[in-house]
Every structure is written in C-alpha cells, then in structure tokens.
C-alpha cells in the first residue's frame, strides 16, 4: 500500500501594531470637506468682486458668500443608461461620451414654473481679510527684482537679549519682575531668620528696583523696495459706472500690496486735465469733473518718481486706469510721457474702462507706439471682468534679461 504524507501548511499570522492612542478616523474626510469647501468659495469669489459694498469696507463688514451642496459618490438606483456609449473618434481626453441627457441636473430654472427639486445652496460669511487671502494666495508682483533692498525693522527681525532696568511700559518683563520680588523676600527672611527675629513679613510689596524690561536688539532685516503709482482718470466722460469699475481694480491692486509685501508705499494721484496727490480715501470716494489730459497724470507719476523713487533702489509699478477718451492734442505727448515711465518702471499697466470708441481711444495708440515689454493693457468692458483684468495682469510671463 503506497504511503501518501500530507505536507503541513504553516500560516503566518500578522498581527497589526498596537497603538495605545486613538487615531482619528475623520480627520481625512474632515480635512477633504474643508478643501472642498474652500475651493467652492474660490469660485465664488469673483462675484463678491463686482459689489459695490466691498470697496473702501472695513475688516469688519462680511460678505455672503454662496455655496452648493456637495455631494458625496453614492450608488443611484434606475438612473444608468442600457446602451453602450461609443464615440465618433473626435473625442479629446476629458470628454463626456454617450451621456445620458436624461441625467442632466434638474430643479434648475427653466421658462416656467417647474416641479423639480432644486439644488442645495447654503452661504458662508466672509471677512475682507479673509476674502482677500483666498483671493492672492497665488498671485505675485511680476518683474520683483530681487537685487534691490531697503533695510527695514520688522517685527520678526526684533530679539529679546536679557534684562534691563530702565525700559518703555510695552517691554515689561512681568515675570522677570515677580522673580526679583520673590528673590527680595526670600532674602529678607534669610536675614531674620539668621538674626534670630520672628516676624511675619506680611505683605511684601514691589518696589521700583524689582522692576526689569526687556532688552531688545533690533537687527535691520534687508526687504524689497516697491512702490505702487495708481493713476485714475477722474475727468467728465469717466461717468459713476466707469469711476465705480475703476476704483474697483485699484482695491484689488492696494488689498493685495497690503496683504503681501512689507515694504511696499502706495501714491495715489487723480487727474483730468491737472493731476494731483490725493489721500487713499479721496481717492477710493472723491468726485470730480472736467476735460482730459492723461499726459498730466503721467508727468506727475515722473515728477514723483524723481523727487522720492529712485529706480536703481526701488521696484515701481504704475497703472492707470481712463475710458480712454484724451484730447487730440495732448496725445503725442501722453505717448512721450508714457515710453518714459515704462524706461523707469518694473512694470507700467493701461487699464481702458468702458471706452466710448474702440477704435479711436488711447489704448490704440498707446498699443501702437509704446514698444516695450513690460508694457501691459487690459480692457475691463463690466463689472465681472475686473478680476480677470486683474489676474491677467499679474500672471503675465516674466521674461528675464
């Protein structure tokens, strides 16, 4: 009889690490939800861009910021298709083939009244801070030299090196102050403890020798220089709907130096046919009228880049902002003034608001003569279209020399 021997299997068991701690299970779907959320607000930001409100706001005032539902991948009874989808051989990656148009969304509004679910909106409330952060977090000045420095004190370039007695009230070192009256009084019992004295000490008050500050070294941390001209057009033909889009740009243009550069000073000036200095608030909310010359706006920007700005230490940047709409006789020297400031600035930016004439106003010109590249112009026509002009400009290509 033959002998058959079964061979022994042996398994080996895993055994998963003990953790004495409990992890967090929802952490993720947390963290993914808030992402989620996040990026639907991103897409409603250009929308909170064309109110009105917004513009010269504190950081106190909040904006509704609308949301949709977000659905989670869940298995839907009856709603698949029974036919094989197949396409024409045109189709490009990404694209959607052989959908069923029985699936479109329903409950959104149509010619008449409907009967269908709608979709789930729910708002959020958004701060200017906060709004402004989700707004820039990509964004950056182009043509930043890095080899132009200024030195600055900051706040992170401040140390603490030891104790001092005489100081300012906000560098009060409390705890270094209790220390020294705890110190004192321990050598007051000491000393009556060694001369054989029982006394209660009681109350033991400070005295002006307890007191220490903070000694502090301020070390000069090197920041870039840049300065910010914002040249507006304030005359008679840039209406309240034009100023208003106008205004709108330069917000966007002073949160967004504000909120990502240190060293940055912002000059404001108004023209129509005189320019002029004006005060951040005079420029976000005064009215004027009168003729157009854009060649004053652009001498005063020179005449204050010479006084105060000098390009081989500062990074300059102007823009202006007009319906386009100049008198004919000052154009050549509006185009003149103009080549000057982008042979100065980093960057010179044209923004042309509603223009009365496609084909007759001065950004035709400007585009014409002005051969430069770090000479850039956008066309803002309604309010939505102020973040793309924005973004636009900002994201252009940085080419080095």
């Not at 861009?49 to 106190?60: L, P």
């Not at 609308?66 to 709603?79: A, S, V």
């Not at 209406?239 to 060293?263: C, E, G, P």
């Not at 279209?385 to 080095?400: G, H, M, P, R, Y």
Request: glycine share 6%; hydrophobic share 35%.
């Amino acid at each position: 009889m033959q002998r058959i021997t079964y061979g022994r299997i042996k398994a080996m068991a895993t055994f998963r690490d003990f953790k004495p701690f409990n992890t967090d299970r929802s952490a993720e779907d947390r963290r993914r939800h808030r992402q989620l959320v996040e990026d639907s607000i991103k897409k409603n930001l250009p929308d909170i861009i064309a109110e009105e409100g917004i513009i010269g706001g504190n950081g106190n005032k909040k904006f509704k910021v609308p949301i949709r539902g977000l659905k989670e991948y869940q298995f839907i009874y009856g709603k698949n298709s029974t036919s094989i989808a197949g396409g024409d051989g045109t189709e490009k990656r990404g694209d959607k083939v052989g959908e069923d148009s029985s699936n479109q969304i329903e409950g959104k509004g149509n010619n008449g009244a409907g009967n269908s679910e709608g979709e789930y909106i729910y708002e959020t409330e958004l701060t200017i801070e906060e709004i402004v952060d989700y707004l820039f977090e990509d964004l950056d000045l182009p043509y930043l030299s890095k080899k132009r420095f200024s030195e600055v004190v900051t706040d992170h370039s401040r140390k603490k090196l030891g104790y001092q007695r005489k100081g300012i009230p906000p560098r009060l070192a409390k705890k270094r102050t209790v220390m020294q009256k705890l110190m004192r009084k321990q050598s007051m019992k000491r000393l009556l403890k060694k001369e054989d004295i029982e006394e209660d000490i009681g109350r033991f008050p400070f005295k002006e020798d307890d007191i220490r500050y903070h000694r502090i070294k301020e070390t000069k941390r090197k920041e870039s220089n840049a300065v910010i001209i914002c040249i507006m057009d304030t005359s008679g033909s840039m209406d309240i709907t034009r100023k208003y889009l106008a205004r709108s740009f330069y917000f966007l243009l002073y949160q967004f130096v504000k909120m990502k550069y240190v060293n940055v000073e912002v000059v404001f000036i108004s023209h129509s046919t005189v320019a002029k200095l004006v005060t951040e608030k005079e420029f976000f909310h005064k009215v004027e009228s009168g003729g157009t010359y854009i060649s004053s706006g652009y001498e005063m920007a020179l005449q204050v880049i010479k006084e105060k700005y000098n390009p081989e230490r500062w990074n300059i940047y102007a823009f202006h902002a007009s319906d386009g709409d100049n008198w004919s006789e000052d154009n050549e020297k509006a185009i003149e003034t103009a080549n000057e400031l982008c042979h100065l600035c980093n960057m010179f930016g044209y923004i042309e608001i509603m223009p009365y004439f496609f084909n007759g106003t001065i950004q035709k010109l400007l585009l014409e003569r002005v051969q430069h590249e770090r000479f850039v112009t956008q066309s803002i026509l309604k309010k939505e279209e102020v973040w793309q002009a924005f973004k636009n400009i900002l994201k252009i290509d940085i080419k080095e020399g």
